[in-house]
């Protein structure tokens, strides 16, 4: 995986380059210019950019909470063998609010994707943290999301800006 400024992710792989190199497999254009961070775990690659505006007042035109945040969710063969087509364009539901980072950090196993948005969120500034969003177990495209409400409230005012995700473990 590699990131150029372009808006592009370029998946790479082992031997596609010839024996024993890394090569090209796909190009995936990404409408943001820039995005800060991104995991890869089997079929699924997740990008984060917890500067990206988005639209929560129905004018998709002109997105109205900059930096806000989005995660975008790609899947490998979606749109065609070795596509890496994009399955979800996500951001905060309830509680978005400008310059909330949702998307700072993101860390991918399985179908789930942790979401970390350090500035918090306008219902409970106390629930600043990380989001796990969950892919459904019927594989329907459909995403589900748990809060992690911050557990040092007081001293911690960047929880959520770094992550990973091991088993259970986040």
Same mark, same amino acid.
């Given at each position: 995986?590699?990131?150029?400024?372009?808006? !592009?992710? !370029?998946?790479?792989?082992?031997?596609?380059? %010839?024996?024993? !190199?890394?090569?090209?497999?796909?190009?995936?254009?990404?409408?943001?210019?820039?995005?800060?961070?991104?995991?890869?775990?089997?079929?699924?690659?997740?990008?984060?950019?917890?500067?990206?505006?988005?639209?929560?007042?129905?004018?998709?035109?002109?997105?109205?909470?900059?930096?806000?945040?989005? @995660?975008?969710?790609?899947?490998?063969?979606?749109?065609?063998?070795?596509?890496?087509?994009?399955?979800?364009?996500?951001?905060?539901?309830?509680?978005?609010?400008?310059?909330?980072? =949702?998307?700072?950090?993101?860390?991918?196993?399985? %179908?789930? @994707?942790?979401? %970390?948005?350090?500035?918090?969120?306008?219902?409970?500034?106390?629930?600043?943290?990380?989001?796990? @969003?969950?892919?459904?177990?019927?594989?329907? %495209?459909?995403?589900?999301?748990?809060?992690?409400?911050?557990?040092?409230?007081?001293?911690?005012?960047?929880?959520?800006?770094?992550?990973?995700?091991?088993?259970? =473990?986040?």
């Amino acid at each position: 995986l590699n990131l150029p400024l372009q808006g !592009q992710l !370029q998946f790479l792989g082992r031997d596609a380059g %010839g024996p024993g !190199q890394w090569g090209l497999v796909r190009s995936v254009p990404v409408p943001s210019l820039m995005f800060g961070t991104v995991d890869l775990d089997g079929d699924l690659a997740v990008t984060g950019n917890g500067d990206e505006a988005v639209d929560h007042d129905g004018n998709p035109a002109t997105p109205d909470l900059a930096g806000a945040g989005v @995660v975008r969710v790609f899947g490998r063969h979606a749109g065609g063998y070795d596509n890496w087509g994009l399955l979800a364009k996500l951001h905060k539901g309830s509680g978005a609010k400008q310059d909330g980072h =949702y998307g700072s950090s993101v860390a991918l196993e399985g %179908g789930r @994707v942790a979401v %970390g948005y350090p500035d918090g969120d306008a219902v409970s500034p106390a629930v600043a943290g990380a989001g796990v @969003v969950e892919l459904t177990a019927t594989g329907s %495209g459909v995403w589900t999301e748990a809060t992690i409400p911050n557990p040092f409230l007081a001293t911690a005012a960047e929880f959520g800006g770094a992550l990973s995700v091991d088993g259970p =473990y986040l």
